[in-house]
């Protein structure tokens, strides 16, 4: 299990996520610097305890009505071999770790792998701030026996039921900056 640390993170990841959501293709935003909030997540454990693995939800409060993104990042110790250049969210100096680089969970091979474990039910969610504590908030729901490889992640979330044409799919909550809860679908993967 990994361990949570109370410590200082610099820049913080809020501050990194705020000049690199903007240039994502997916970003639905129009500032140039978004006004984010931290709204929920959770983490997964990597086996090998060498990637932080960390899925936010962050909401943008510079429209008239917020909008959620879900980033998943994942933190390591060095840099990420052959990764593409818009997978690098930044660097930060960890209090206790150093420096860690903090990459999109989409583009890091340990955090695909742990989320398709996670939708196959061979892994279970963890409490966003807390070390060793399951997440129960975070369920899996599977509608068939078998999953392709492909995993749908929605950057964009919607508060929803569940999933259509999909085996499995994440859902999961998240709360407005109004102090409304919602869930709706982070990730699916597809029927084969």
């Known amino acids: 299990m990994a361990a949570i640390h109370r410590t200082t993170m610099?820049?913080?990841?809020?501050?990194?996520?705020?000049?690199?959501?903007?240039?994502?293709?997916w970003?639905?935003?129009?500032a140039q610097a978004p006004e984010l909030l931290k709204a929920?997540?959770?983490?997964?454990?990597?086996?090998?305890?060498?990637?932080?693995?960390?899925?936010?939800?962050?909401?943008?409060?510079?429209?008239?009505?917020?909008v959620a993104y879900l980033v998943p990042m994942g933190y390591r110790g060095a840099?990420?071999?052959?990764?593409?250049?818009?997978?690098?969210?930044?660097?930060?100096?960890?209090g206790v770790l150093g420096t860690r680089w903090i990459y999109d969970g989409v583009h890091d091979p340990v955090v695909?792998?742990?989320?398709?474990?996670?939708?196959?039910?061979?892994?279970?969610?963890?409490?966003?701030?807390?070390?060793?504590?399951p997440d129960?908030?975070?369920t899996v729901h599977r509608t068939g026996s078998e999953a392709g490889p492909d995993v749908h992640i929605n950057?964009?979330?919607?508060?929803?039921?569940?999933?259509?044409s999909s085996s499995a799919h994440l859902v999961?909550?998240?709360?407005?900056?109004?102090?409304?809860?919602?869930?709706?679908?982070?990730a699916a993967v597809a029927l084969r």
Do not use: N
């Open 172 to 186: 999961a909550r998240w709360t407005w900056p109004d102090g409304t809860a919602a869930r709706g679908v982070l």
């Open 27 to 30: 970003y639905v935003g129009d």
């Open 155 to 164: 950057r964009v979330l919607q508060p929803t039921g569940t999933a259509q």
């Open 79 to 94: 840099a990420l071999e052959d990764a593409p250049g818009e997978a690098l969210i930044g660097t930060s100096e960890h």
């Open 10 to 25: 610099t820049p913080t990841k809020l501050e990194l996520l705020t000049g690199w959501l903007p240039k994502q293709s």
């Open 40 to 66: 929920g997540g959770f983490r997964l454990d990597d086996p090998k305890g060498a990637v932080g693995i960390e899925f936010m939800i962050v909401a943008d409060t510079t429209a008239q009505e917020p």
């Open 112 to 133: 695909m792998a742990q989320l398709r474990a996670l939708l196959r039910g061979e892994s279970v969610p963890q409490h966003q701030s807390k070390s060793d504590t």
């Open 136 to 138: 129960p908030t975070v």
